[in-house]
């Protein structure tokens, strides 16, 4: 391999690659042929709900619907709890597009609020009062889960069901309970990055028995459990997962707690060690996370010891020194383009676009180290802290 100059000049500390993902084995290979030989791909397959139901209990809920994506797994969970036309929804403004979009294309108005003072997650006492709001739709954003004693306050005296948008936050848990267990229903993503996938692929979670069924029947086309084939009672989608998903995802679940085990161990590591630094911070997980499953390792930029240097500068100088990193979300959804596009003209009120003060700090100061960092041995580790010590000491003049 050939090296790659560190940005200021000068050996990289890292020249080899960390683990790389996904990971798989034998158990997924067995699967697919299993599900390949079968001739049963899709509809009549066992597979995608024998998952889902697996899944939803290792998550610590009753019920679980399989879904193609997550983006789906939002929409449909959304319009069951009856998110439609008009309806303002309480979000981040600190996350993937998708969680948004979802919302304009109900028809719904996403109302942001504004982050934890220091955080990444929602603070919904942040919203002003006086709105109508129908639904709370909270991120558990890098696999960190969204306090929730707020969310579930506000849900409590105003009647409105909480969604959770847990894309990221597979096994992850807020004060003993796990992601996709602290709302009416939970969606996940089993996107490429996610630290399980099928390539694509979604679940929703739920304790409601006849939420499951109404997001069953939204994903299959309208159709009930028990009717005729052509039976359609609602307009749905098509949003099924295929058994090859499926077959994949199982054998991804068995390998979840080890890795999660393993981020665990080094992501204490890498907190440990990399407490001296002057203008970086290594952050942490809300207070009540009682388990994070690794998936992003945010770091803040402290601008009191790092003047206004750009965050994609420092990803680039990370990157030099063999440390994969990434700029992360650039641009706080309140003012998103393409969202705005959408939904300017919806809004009840203007103030509500904003200014979000600690969202445009996230978006201004916060990067991301992938999960993988976080899954080779404590050698790795000391690898990601001694980049970090070097782009620490050297942040000024990048
Ligand atoms: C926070 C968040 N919400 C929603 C999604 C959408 O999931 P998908 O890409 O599976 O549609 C993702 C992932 O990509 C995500 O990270």
């Known amino acids: 391999m050939s090296e790659v100059p560190a940005i200021r000049g000068g050996r990289p500390v890292r020249t080899r ?4 993902w996904p990971q798989w084995g034998e158990e997924e290979e067995r699967n697919l042929l299993e599900v390949l030989r079968s001739g049963v791909w899709g509809i009549g397959g066992r597979r995608a709900f024998e998952f889902a139901a697996e899944f939803a209990k290792y998550s610590g809920c ?3 619907v399989p879904c193609a994506n997550g983006t789906v797994a939002l929409k449909v969970a959304l319009r069951a709890v009856g998110v439609g036309e008009g309806d303002l929804v309480v979000t981040s403004p600190y996350t993937f597009i998708a969680t948004a979009s979802v919302l304009l294309e109900l028809g719904a108005v996403p109302v942001f609020a504004d982050l934890m003072e220091g955080g990444l997650h929602m603070d919904v006492t942040t919203v002003r009062d006086g709105l109508e709001v129908k639904a709370l739709l ?9 306090p929730m004693d707020a969310i579930w306050e506000v849900s409590r005296e105003r009647g409105i069901p909480v969604v959770e948008d847990a894309a990221q936050a597979h096994g992850s848990e807020w004060r003993g309970r796990r992601a996709g267990s602290l709302g009416n229903a939970g969606c996940f993503s089993f ?4 630290v399980m996938t099928s390539g694509e692929g979604g679940c929703i979670t739920t304790d409601s028995e006849e939420l499951a069924d109404l997001c069953w029947s939204l994903i299959n086309c309208g159709r009930t459990r028990t009717a005729d084939w052509y039976e359609h ?5 098509n949003y099924r997962m295929t058994e090859f998903q499926a077959a994949v995802l199982q054998a991804q679940l068995t390998r979840l707690d080890a890795q999660i085990e393993r981020r665990q161990r080094n992501y204490g590591i890498l907190l440990e060690e990399s407490s001296s630094l002057r203008a970086l911070e290594v952050l942490r997980p809300p207070e009540g996370t009682t388990r994070f499953n690794g998936y992003l390792v945010p770091v803040r930029i402290d601008r009191s010891r790092a003047g206004d240097v750009d965050k994609r500068r420092v990803v680039e100088a990370l990157r030099a020194e063999g440390i994969p990193a990434s700029p992360g979300y650039t ?20 103030s509500l676009l904003g200014p979000l003060p600690n969202a445009e700090a996230a ?3 916060v990067f991301w180290l992938p999960h993988v960092v976080l899954l080779g041995d404590q050698e790795d580790v000391l690898d990601v802290v001694k980049a970090l010590v070097k782009v620490d000491a050297e942040i000024e003049n990048l």
């Open 233 to 237: 009672e609602l307009i749905g989608y």
């Open 138 to 146: 909270p991120v558990h954003i890098a696999g960190m889960p969204n």
């Open 363 to 365: 978006v201004r100061d």
């Open 17 to 20: 690659p960390f683990p790389s």
């Open 331 to 350: 641009v706080p959804l309140n003012r998103h383009p393409g969202i705005a596009r959408y939904f300017l003209s919806k809004l009840p009120d203007r």
């Open 191 to 194: 996107q490429s990055s996610k």
């Open 62 to 64: 009753r019920y679980g």
